[in-house]
């Protein structure tokens, strides 16, 4: 089977090399050529320029940690440190993160106490119902309903607390952030790269400042959270914005807009299609970021899961796991049900003729306060009445061990001795002088003089931050994984694009997975290997494969119908017509695919860390117990810049290929 | 009928639009007028070449060519919502170029109203609040901004769809929309951007008599955009043609068919129903002394269409009287034959 996969994926490569022509051997070129040069002419090489000396490199870990100190100490205006304003900032947090707190479940105190969770079920039903229909409603009716009667729903409510708070309020930002950007131009061109080099850091950098910052704490989580959620929405807004028809901006101007008319009576709504994907995305982040900052201290659902984790009790992980993935399932189906809504006129006839669904809510919430005050067990469902799952996961895995634990082992065992080993040998005679030279001339081949020299700047960062050994290790571990993502996401893909029925079923299998928070891929790698190199990489895989299988169907499907015609037409058999016709015209696609795959990899390869690894992702783990803000930065840094390389080369490439094939 | 260019409502004079690095320096380098091929060999894209028209009050002024003529670009100068690299646009008579932006938006709040051709409707208000949308940014309050609104939408037919959103009405009905959100501010002039041609050509042709009928009530000044010349001919009363950026002719669609200017003109007009658009005074020829004619006669400014039964099927050609009853001219069965057959270009008139 493996072999199988292995030989198709080299005949994918030999017939992309074939069926492309002169840009099938850049790709080989583009494969082999880092290989050749460390394998030739690595060893010849001084070593300065294999590796930078130690006390050559760049101190920017000191440095940052200088200016933290500096913010941390030293008082402005002679009043209060840096670090006094954000904690004060930080404190305004707890409003509303209190106040949602209260509605959702808490209480706010013996004799008004919060929603019952039949209300917060009902709420969730008449939500579902309105903004797509009866079975949107069923579905997050039933959602609620597991959190409740599997005995989650306390962790469940202050988890989504956090989502409800942070999101809106990382939301406003990214809106009037994208929207002075679109205003001044100076300010988008500031903005652009930074929104850039955030969204490719991983979760855990924001994490360390936040801490040093504001203090460990639920708090902490949340603003680490509304940190990481926001460059989504600023970036969305700027292009939602930039998208709108001149003719409406026009029939804006020709009414007589303002500027300011025109902004918010105008471009807003009008860009709003793309401004709700940004809302939908800003959901989703929190979430995932909101699961991963009970590191730093955020209660809730992420925060028992760490523990059940810490402790190997992967009965009870998974149980939260499953929790978790329902909520993400629901957030996601629910906020996307609202980026779809189209407005329909209403109704004409008394209020709740013209607003049934707010009345329905109303009722819900009256009669289930009612209902509550008599039937406790409707307020919260008592814990003797919980179902609990978990001897069953356990008894599951134990079974799962004792069948497959041999074959596991030899599996692991064969990739580690046979590949991974002798790969991350090789991996570590790349000499940094090899990476700039590659980086620079692919980069200055594909974009020109600029996107070469942003290039030859993340190179040269990586050699000089004094992690290029670790680098090394992470580009390891992330290319295996990249590889093996590619190699199952193309068949996936392939063979998913082959009938309408099965794109939407395996489309909707990936939509699913897509949502859940990167965590949860921890759960089942822990299950079957346990903790360490191979573990990890396993969770990267199952994470990082989305992308690729979600990019190569897309890009199968949208090879226009005519072209497919044409070839059937001249006698192409099917297999010509996906080899020869479709998979070319689909690279690009594919090849943006495999760019979010890296992408991915490189978020979970941090992580991964925590089921031990020796990669960048053990560092900002350990700078984390030290509470090193410089480290986690200049490594966060590391990992984000490694991800932009491969962006850029790759986007410039595809943009290339896209052009030369007219599919732009 | 000369009129003179104080009368109108809208002229621009030797307006240009260039796109490039510096279109103003590269213009004055040249003294403003600029020869064609410099244009191009510096770098420049000449949307609007020296154009000059005037739109006199109640007029409908059709700006016909192709896509990527200029005639978008030229009206959007008139409207000024493209700023022109050279030249003047007079609006009563002022500079539209030299007034300040308050007073512009001042303008375009009463005065001007446009149409077009993707309907540009806000997607998230009703029929309702898009009509009234230019009354609500005037800061009209609501309820004189909705009255008035529902009498404009029952006047383009839409009448009882003013709660509905725009996706859930037809192009047709959406292009309405557009025309009546055009017309709330009771413009005196009106721009429309090739309004009927993102439209099937059945519902085109009812948008263009509904049109005719809003126009002959409401004598508003207009600047019509199309590429469709049958369209042109049905609506204008002066038709502009446009060809990469210039204004090559403008005339009457009689004028455009019997005397076209260039060849450009010409094989736009070569496939036109001229017997349906010229007069019989237009393809008439001179009294003849001692001439045989027959017993029936024609007036001088019935289409050539509507007579065509009667002229040929007599043998001897007709009498052509004026108003008054006076001979002017002879119409024969070869003339109107020629015209209905032959794809030469009529000479006569």
Known sequence: ?664 | MERKALDAKIACRSVWKLYGRDPEGFLAAHGGAPPDGAIEADGYIPAVRHASLEVFPGEILVIMGLSGSGKSTLVRCLSRLIEPTAGEVLFDGQDLLKIPAKELIEIRRHKMGMVFQHFALLPHRTVLQNVAFPLEVQGIDRATREKRALEIIELVGLKGRDRYYPRELSGGQQQRVGIARSLAVEPDVWFLDEPFSALDPLIRREMQDEFLRLQTMLRKTIAFITHDFDEAIRLADRIAIMNEGRIVQIGTPEELVTRPADDYVANFTRDVAREKLLTVASVMEPPADGQALSDSEVRQTEKVADVARLIVASELPLRVADDSGRTVGTISRARVLDLLFSREPVSGG
């Not at chain 1, 807004?237 to 902004?263: D, N, W, Y």
């Open chain 1, 1 to 664: 089977m493996a072999e199988a996969a292995v030989l198709s994926g080299e005949l994918t490569v030999r017939r992309w090399v074939a069926g492309t022509g002169q840009s099938g051997i850049r790709v080989a070129l583009f494969l082999l050529a880092p290989s050749v040069f460390v394998l030739l002419i690595g060893p010849l090489l001084p070593e300065w320029l294999r590796i930078v000396p130690q006390e050559w490199s760049a101190p920017f870990v000191g440095w940052i940690n200088a200016a933290v100190e500096v913010l941390r100490r030293e008082e402005l205006l002679g009043l209060l440190t840096f670090r006094d304003m954000t904690r004060a900032i930080a404190n305004l947090i707890d409003y509303p993160l209190d106040f949602v707190e209260a509605i959702l479940v808490a209480g706010f105190s013996e004799s008004v106490p919060g929603l019952p969770w039949i209300a917060v079920t009902g709420l969730a039903i008449v939500l579902g119902w309105y903004l797509q229909g009866r079975q949107l409603g069923i579905i997050a009716g039933v959602c609620f309903a597991y959190m409740a009667i599997f005995g989650k729903w306390e962790l469940s409510m202050v988890t989504l607390s956090v989502v409800l708070v942070a999101a809106p309020i990382a939301g406003a930002i990214g809106v009037a952030l994208g929207i002075v950007a679109y205003k001044k131009r100076w300010f988008e061109a500031l903005l652009w790269p930074i929104l850039n080099v955030m969204q490719a850091l991983p979760h855990f950098s924001y994490m360390i400042p936040v801490a040093i910052f504001i203090g460990i704490g639920h708090k902490a989580g949340t603003i680490a959270t509304i940190i990481f959620a926001f460059p989504v929405m600023a970036r969305l807004t700027i292009l939602g914005l930039k998208g709108v028809l001149p003719e409406v901006r026009e029939a804006g101007i020709m009414a007589g807009c303002t500027r300011r008319q025109m902004l918010w009576k105008v471009e807003l709504p009008a860009a709003r299609p793309t401004l709700m994907v940004g809302v939908n995305q800003v959901i989703m982040l929190c979430l995932a970021m909101v699961v991963l900052a009970s590191f730093v201290g955020a209660k809730g659902l992420g925060h028992d899961l760490l523990n059940r984790l810490r402790s190997l009790w992967i009965g009870q992980a998974l149980e939260i796991g499953v929790v978790i993935v329902f909520m993400a399932i629901i957030l996601d189906r629910l906020s996307q049900a609202w980026a779809r809504k189209e407005p329909e006129h209403m109704r004409e006839g008394p209020f709740h003729v013209r607003h049934p669904f707010l009345t329905a809510g109303a009722a819900v919430v009256v009669v289930s306060y009612i209902l509550a005050a008599f039937v406790p067990a409707l307020q919260l469902w008592p814990k003797s009445l919980s179902i609990t799952t978990a001897p069953l996961w356990d008894a599951l895995i134990d079974d799962i061990i004792i069948y497959a634990f041999d074959y596991l082992e030899l599996i692991k065992d064969t990739l580690l001795v046979h590949v991974l080993i002798p790969m991350r040998d090789l991996y570590l005679m790349l000499p940094w002088s090899a990476l700039l030279v590659f980086a620079v001339t692919v980069g200055w081949y594909y974009g020109g003089w600029q996107v070469a020299g942003i290039q030859a700047l993340f190179a040269l960062y990586l050699a000089f931050a004094g992690y290029w050994e670790r680098t090394l290790i992470t580009a390891y571990m992330v290319s295996f994984a990249v590889v093996v993502c590619v190699i199952i996401g193309s068949i996936v893909g392939i063979w998913a694009a082959a009938g309408p029925r099965r794109t939407k079923v395996v489309e909707l299998i990936l939509d699913t997975f897509q949502t859940f928070p990167s965590f949860i891929y921890l759960i089942p790698a822990i299950m079957l290997f346990n903790v360490n190199d191979f573990a990890a990489i396993m969770a990267i895989v199952i994470y990082a494969t989305i992308p690729t299988t979600r990019l190569t169907i897309f890009g199968l499907r949208t090879v226009p119908q005519d072209i497919v015609e044409a070839a059937i037409t001249s006698g192409c058999t099917p297999r010509q017509v996906l080899w020869k016709v479709r998979m070319p015209l689909a690279f690009p696609a594919i090849m943006l695919g495999i760019n979010q795959t890296i992408m991915y990899a490189l978020f979970m390869v941090v992580i991964a860390a925590f089921i031990g690894t020796t990669d960048l992702g053990q560092e900002i783990f350990r700078s984390k117990a030290d509470n090193n803000a410089g480290q986690s930065l200049v490594v966060g840094l590391c990992i984000a810049f490694m991800g932009l390389i491969a962006d850029q080369l790759i986007n410039a490439w595809a943009r290339e290929r896209k052009k030369v094939l007219g599919l732009e």
